[in-house]
Every structure is written in structure tokens, then in C-alpha cells.
């Protein structure tokens, strides 16, 4: 078993949706776990949402038009 796969099994199994970067360059689903390669040691994990489902306070920070975001959960 991969690390990959362990986080992959720890985030179903804690009912989150995927990773996201604090710094917000980028975030993930489960279903294509780390695809940019890079270390992911420092994601968080969080659930998805689309830009219509979040508020204004979610929204800050992040940029519109894309196809999901991975946010962070209170």
C-alpha cells in the first residue's frame, strides 16, 4: 500500500472530499489525488464546493471559474 492510498482511505473514511493547498494554488479529489506531482505533505484536508454553494467569506481568496474547490471545514 502507498501513502497515496492511505490518504485516500483516511479522507472517505473522515468524510472529506479531497486536499487543498493553504496558500490556495491548487486542491484535489480523492478521485485524482495529488495529479501536479508535488509534494502533498502540507494539503489540508477539506470538502467540495462550487462556486455557488460557498459565501462570500469561502470565496475569498479564491478565483472564480473553476470547476471545483476544495475549501476548508469549520
Known amino acids: 500500500m502507498e501513502v497515496r492510498d492511505i490518504v485516500k482511505t483516511w479522507l472517505k473514511e473522515n468524510n472529506y ?9 491548487c486542491a484535489c479529489e480523492i478521485s485524482d489525488l495529488q495529479p501536479c506531482g508535488e509534494n502533498f505533505s502540507d494539503c489540508c484536508p477539506g470538502i467540495k464546493k462550487t ?4 459565501t462570500e467569506n469561502q470565496q475569498a481568496g479564491c478565483e472564480s471559474g473553476a470547476d471545483f474547490y476544495i475549501i476548508k471545514v469549520k
Open 17 to 25: 472530499d479531497g486536499l487543498y493547498s493553504e496558500g490556495g494554488e
Open 51 to 54: 462556486w455557488d454553494e460557498m
